[in-house]
């Protein structure tokens, strides 16, 4: 057991590693890491399961701090308990180009960094999916090889940010008792006291989603661990609601909003060493206080290695199934699987909306990974993302394969994060494509941290209809394809929404967005190959000798494209088609597979039901565009396509204009 004194002296060291590395860097926010130092002390020393040595072994608690801001307390934290990565060095770079220690958290820059933190809200959204995943591979594998704790630093900002309610109401309604969440109750904001913009009950609103709440002293280890380990006992998660001082230790600034988001200043900084009794130079931790560090970072050795001998001792198909899904890698036979449905499509041709081509698709895809978890934001029938390998989840029975996410687009798409990042799982979701703006920033997020979740998005177009403008996506596409290291494909047919889904499924380093079609769509392949040409990004689908007009499309607008080039063939106009799934693949190509693919026609016409940013790039800026310059609006989904002019007649006319 850590004394009190022992306790301090540990809890001060996360202060002044903070405090010191914050001054050195010229910015930072030393508040929180100084005010909740010592919740991370009774956490990391006598409470989480972890390995520093062992920083990815599969069953250990996860820690995120939603509040990355205060990102020093992580990192500090990481030095302490001997992360390898996590040196004094990388402390002393804090915030500088290239170090590990970025303004805030950055999964992949250092072990022990569980998520990208930063957005205020998204952590505790991340925690979700995170509960959400282990409390699934516990009801699969059993509690032998998944029994752990999901643990949030949470702040004000973060509590108020309209994400955070969707996650914690998930989470109350699936009874996730094994998520806690600490909540850093220092009364202060950027602006700041708290009570200049929210008077919120955090309590009351927490019960009201079906959570456990407890208040304590922030700065009494007692009170914080007695509350944790209430919350092991609780049938529901848990909200710790911790009373700290912001900037705790420094005389003249602790408890005020200046000590939140700058540095404190070498006049306040020695104070808070006589303040707090430490005697020692900046980024200096004495050897009796790291040496108690280390010894809490070796805490959990026995109960990993008895993890792996209870991995190493079960049944040979479970133990292969389960290091397999944590290792990332896909199940022998996908690839066979995709080339005999490839082969069915080539040779039964269907008109089909690309969001029932998806279905179909997934049917396959379920049927062979065992690992993917489907979804819908309450748009199951529209989405098309259940199959019948997918029994739906409920608050008792994590058997099914299937997330009924309620109307929560933010809350869903952080979430799905959170169960990419805990690993063991490949989520799926369902939306409109028009609530991707909904989704953007944890999109964002995902692309950032490269991590493989993939988002179903139908309804792309105003082939939608009747729903109109406020439903009819027309800017999204191009917003969408600006996100780096995502990949937003539209597919044409059913035999390019396979394909789509096949790279999706394997690119583990990369989320992708699936943009789905509303109206059936004739079949544009109909012919087999074995090579995924959509992987190309782009590619030719209707050849011509000596083409005059190059007509590229994307997803249903390639159906017209084929029509127009057909027309202008019969009129003695070469013509020729490709077909553009994905901006980004194409943009990785080689120089010169794009200059083939891109052509010498001296006419060129890009036909999209979006608007044109983004097209240049490929058709070049002097080139036709047949598309969307306003919103939408309501009515038939035909006649939409007559009234703003995306039609066969208009590629047509508008080739012949520059010919």
Same mark, same amino acid.
């Given at each position: 057991?850590?004394?009190?004194?022992?306790?301090?002296?540990?809890?001060?060291?996360?202060?002044?590693?903070?405090?010191?590395?914050?001054?050195?860097?010229?910015?930072?926010?030393?508040?929180?890491?100084?005010?909740?130092?010592?919740?991370?002390?009774?956490?990391?020393?006598?409470?989480?399961?972890?390995?520093?040595?062992?920083?990815?072994?599969?069953?250990?608690?996860?820690?995120?701090?939603?509040?990355?801001?205060?990102?020093?307390?992580?990192?500090?934290?990481?030095?302490?308990?001997?992360?390898?990565?996590?040196?004094?060095?990388?402390?002393?770079?804090?915030?500088?180009?290239?170090?590990?220690?970025?303004?805030?958290?950055?999964?992949?820059?250092?072990?022990?960094?569980?998520?990208?933190?930063?957005?205020?809200?998204?952590?505790?959204?991340?925690?979700?999916?995170?509960?959400?995943?282990?409390?699934?591979?516990?009801?699969?594998?059993?509690?032998?090889?998944?029994?752990?704790?999901?643990?949030?630093?949470?702040?004000?900002?973060?509590?108020?940010?309209?994400?955070?309610?969707?996650?914690?109401?998930?989470?109350?309604?699936?009874?996730?008792?094994?998520?806690?969440?600490?909540?850093?109750?220092?009364?202060?904001?950027?602006? /700041?006291?708290?009570? &200049?913009?929210?008077?919120? $009950?955090?309590? @009351? %609103?927490?019960? *009201?989603?079906?959570?456990?709440?407890? #208040?304590?002293?922030?700065?009494?280890?007692?009170?914080?661990?007695?509350?944790?380990?209430?919350?092991?006992?609780?049938?529901?998660?848990?909200?710790?609601?911790?009373?700290?001082?912001?900037?705790?230790?420094?005389?003249?600034?602790?408890?005020?909003?200046?000590?939140?988001?700058?540095?404190?200043?070498?006049?306040?900084?020695?104070?808070?060493?006589?303040?707090?009794?430490?005697?020692?130079?900046?980024?200096?931790?004495?050897?009796?206080?790291?040496?108690?560090?280390?010894?809490? /970072?070796?805490?959990? &050795?026995?109960?990993?290695? $008895?993890?792996? @001998? %209870?991995?190493? *001792?079960?049944?040979?198909?479970?133990? #292969?199934?389960?290091?397999?899904?944590?290792?990332?890698?896909?199940?022998?036979?996908?690839?066979?699987?995709?080339?005999?449905?490839?082969?069915?499509?080539?040779?039964?041709?269907?008109?089909?909306?690309?969001?029932?081509?998806?279905?179909?698709?997934?049917?396959?895809?379920?049927?062979?990974?065992?690992?993917?978890?489907?979804?819908?934001?309450?748009?199951?029938?529209?989405?098309?993302?259940?199959?019948?390998?997918?029994?739906?989840?409920?608050?008792?029975?994590?058997?099914?394969?299937?997330?009924?996410?309620?109307?929560?687009?933010?809350?869903?798409? @952080?979430?799905?994060?959170?169960?990419?990042?805990?690993?063991?799982?490949?989520?799926?979701?369902?939306?409109?494509?028009?609530?991707?703006?909904?989704?953007?920033?944890?999109?964002?997020?995902?692309?950032?941290?490269?991590?493989?979740?993939?988002?179903?998005?139908?309804?792309?177009?105003?082939?939608?209809?009747?729903?109109?403008?406020?439903?009819?996506?027309?800017?999204?596409?191009?917003?969408?394809?600006?996100?780096?290291?995502?990949?937003?494909?539209?597919?044409?047919?059913?035999?390019?929404?396979?394909?789509?889904?096949?790279?999706?499924?394997?690119?583990?380093?990369?989320?992708?967005?699936?943009?789905?079609?509303?109206?059936?769509?004739?079949?544009?392949?109909?012919?087999?190959?074995?090579?995924?040409?959509?992987?190309?990004?782009?590619?030719?689908?209707?050849?011509?000798?000596?083409?005059?007009?190059?007509?590229?499309?994307?997803?249903?607008?390639?159906?017209?494209?084929?029509?127009?080039?057909?027309?202008?063939?019969?009129?003695?106009?070469?013509?020729?088609?490709?077909?553009?799934?994905?901006?980004?693949?194409?943009?990785?190509?080689?120089?010169?597979?794009?200059?083939?693919?891109?052509?010498?026609?001296?006419?060129?016409?890009?036909?999209?039901?979006?608007?044109?940013?983004?097209?240049?790039?490929?058709?070049?800026?002097?080139?036709?565009?047949?598309?969307?310059?306003?919103?939408?609006?309501?009515?038939?989904?035909?006649?939409?396509?007559?009234?703003?002019?995306?039609?066969?007649?208009?590629?047509?006319?508008?080739?012949?204009?520059?010919?």
């Amino acid at each position: 057991m850590i004394s009190r004194e022992q306790h301090n002296r540990m809890a001060n060291a996360i202060r002044f590693l903070s405090m010191d590395a914050v001054q050195k860097a010229n910015s930072g926010h030393p508040g929180l890491p100084m005010g909740a130092a010592d919740i991370a002390t009774v956490l990391f020393t006598r409470y989480l399961k972890f390995d520093p040595k062992q920083p990815l072994w599969a069953d250990r608690d996860r820690f995120v701090l939603s509040a990355g801001h205060g990102s020093m307390l992580l990192y500090s934290v990481l030095y302490l308990t001997g992360y390898e990565d996590m040196t004094i060095e990388d402390i002393k770079q804090f915030r500088q180009i290239g170090a590990k220690t970025a303004g805030h958290p950055e999964y992949g820059h250092a072990s022990g960094i569980e998520t990208t933190t930063g957005p205020l809200g998204q952590g505790i959204a991340n925690a979700v999916g995170m509960a959400i995943a282990e409390r699934k591979l516990r009801d699969e594998f059993g509690s032998d090889l998944q029994d752990h704790y999901t643990y949030v630093l949470s702040g004000d900002g973060c509590l108020m940010e309209g994400i955070s309610q969707e996650a914690i109401s998930l989470a109350g309604h699936l009874k996730l008792n094994k998520l806690i969440v600490f909540w850093d109750d220092n009364d202060i904001t950027i602006d /700041g006291h708290v009570g &200049v913009a929210d008077s919120t $009950d955090q309590h @009351a %609103r927490f019960r *009201a989603c079906g959570w456990n709440t407890i #208040a304590v002293d922030g700065h009494n280890p007692d009170e914080i661990a007695a509350a944790i380990e209430t919350a092991h006992k609780s049938d529901k998660p848990t909200m710790i609601a911790c009373k700290t001082i912001i900037g705790f230790g420094a005389p003249t600034k602790q408890g005020t909003h200046n000590v939140h988001g700058a540095p404190l200043g070498a006049e306040e900084i020695a104070a808070a060493r006589k303040q707090l009794n430490w005697d020692y130079e900046p980024f200096v931790v004495p050897s009796d206080v790291l040496d108690a560090w280390r010894a809490a /970072g070796q805490r959990s &050795v026995k109960a990993r290695s $008895d993890w792996e @001998a %209870r991995l190493a *001792a079960a049944d040979a198909g479970k133990k #292969a199934e389960f290091t397999r899904r944590f290792a990332g890698k896909l199940p022998e036979g996908f690839d066979a699987a995709i080339s005999a449905y490839k082969q069915k499509l080539a040779d039964e041709k269907p008109t089909v909306a690309t969001r029932k081509a998806s279905e179909n698709a997934l049917e396959v895809v379920n049927g062979i990974i065992t690992e993917t978890i489907g979804g819908s934001a309450d748009l199951t029938g529209s989405n098309n993302t259940k199959t019948s390998q997918t029994k739906s989840i409920t608050p008792t029975d994590f058997s099914g394969r299937y997330m009924h996410w309620g109307v929560r687009e933010h809350g869903m798409a @952080a979430a799905m994060n959170g169960m990419a990042l805990h690993g063991g799982l490949i989520p799926y979701s369902g939306g409109f494509l028009i609530f991707s703006d909904y989704c953007r920033p944890s999109i964002r997020l995902a692309s950032l941290m490269g991590i493989r979740v993939i988002h179903v998005l139908t309804h792309d177009s105003i082939g939608l209809g009747e729903d109109g403008p406020t439903h009819q996506p027309v800017e999204q596409m191009a917003a969408l394809r600006a996100i780096p290291n995502l990949m937003m494909f539209r597919p044409a047919d059913a035999t390019e929404t396979a394909e789509c889904w096949q790279i999706a499924l394997e690119a583990h380093d990369r989320p992708s967005g699936i943009a789905l079609t509303r109206q059936n769509l004739m079949a544009v392949r109909t012919e087999m190959s074995e090579k995924n040409l959509c992987a190309l990004g782009a590619y030719e689908l209707v050849a011509a000798k000596d083409a005059k007009v190059s007509i590229f499309a994307s997803g249903s607008e390639v159906e017209i494209a084929v029509l127009a080039a057909r027309a202008l063939n019969d009129k003695g106009i070469a013509a020729r088609v490709v077909s553009v799934p994905c901006f980004e693949l194409f943009a990785e190509q080689p120089d010169a597979y794009r200059a083939a693919v891109i052509g010498t026609a001296p006419v060129k016409i890009g036909v999209e039901a979006g608007i044109r940013q983004g097209w240049d790039a490929i058709i070049g800026s002097d080139a036709a565009f047949i598309g969307m310059k306003s919103f939408g609006a309501s009515g038939p989904y035909k006649e939409l396509y007559k009234h703003f002019g995306i039609t066969v007649e208009a590629v047509v006319a508008a080739a012949e204009a520059r010919i």
